[in-house]
């Protein structure tokens, strides 16, 4: 199925450095979501983005959703240990049959060094 | 209940036998879906249901897979004549349903199939 281009695949950072990704699609999307997730565990929701060029910020992460609707980054700032996980952006389309599905993609591991 | 409860967390079945994964969502919750992860990849969607009706299953990859969710709550996942393929993690989520898509995922069952 289509996914979206999420880079980096992955990073090593040390712990106090600011973390960026981000996501791009060929598809317009109607919302930005951004999860994470640990091993044995489902993702979990950090920031949702319903309007394009919306920047929105939850804690140490910021998240922004793109004029093209068409990407949207992630930032974290000032990079924690239990920052570690992969993370995930999904896009959704508009509200209408099967544009309720979320796409996901390919996922960023990020790795905190102490 | 709090969250997204999946059944069983691990699953592991013989080639060319039946299995059935269950879902409980968040309470109240209307919106359901199923989506599917294999090892490196974000989750890819399979199906989803508006309280007990499948509105959209586009992502159930042939006719071997099939899911239910009759009184509108729990739901369940279910796969004939299992393949070597089919091992992937499954995730189960759970929204609001309306204009909230906010989507709630389970821990997941992991599918091995030998």
């Known amino acids: 199925g289509q996914q979206l281009n999420q880079s980096p695949q992955s990073m090593f950072i040390q712990e106090g450095e600011d973390v960026s990704m981000n996501c791009t699609s060929s598809?317009?999307?109607?919302?930005w979501l951004w999860y994470k997730q640990e091993p044995g565990e489902g993702p979990v929701l950090l920031i949702a983005?319903?309007?394009?060029?919306e920047l929105t910020s939850n804690g140490r992460l910021t998240a922004q959703f793109g004029i093209t609707r068409k990407d949207s980054f992630l930032n974290i700032s000032a990079s924690i240990p239990s920052d570690v996980g992969i993370y995930f952006c999904a896009g959704q389309g508009f509200l209408s049959g099967s544009a309720r599905q979320l796409t996901f993609g390919s996922g960023t591991q990020l790795t905190v060094l102490p | 209940g709090a969250g997204v409860s999946q059944t069983p967390s691990n699953k592991v079945t013989e080639k060319g036998k039946y299995v059935e994964l269950r879902c409980d969502p968040i309470s109240g919750h209307t919106a359901l879906y199923w989506y599917r992860q294999s090892l490196g990849q974000g989750p890819e969607f399979l199906i989803y249901f508006q309280g007990t009706g499948a509105a959209d299953d586009s992502g159930l990859p042939n006719d071997r897979f099939f899911a239910v969710r009759p009184e509108g709550s729990v739901s369940t996942l279910k796969i004939q004549r299992t393949e070597r393929g089919d091992s992937a993690v499954y995730l189960c989520?759970?929204?609001?349903?309306?204009?909230?898509?906010?989507?709630?995922f389970g821990q997941g069952t992991r599918l091995t199939v030998v």
């Open positions: 983005l319903y309007k394009a060029g």
């Open positions: 598809s317009i999307f109607n919302t």
């Open positions: 989520a759970s929204s609001p349903g309306g204009a909230n898509t906010e989507a709630f």
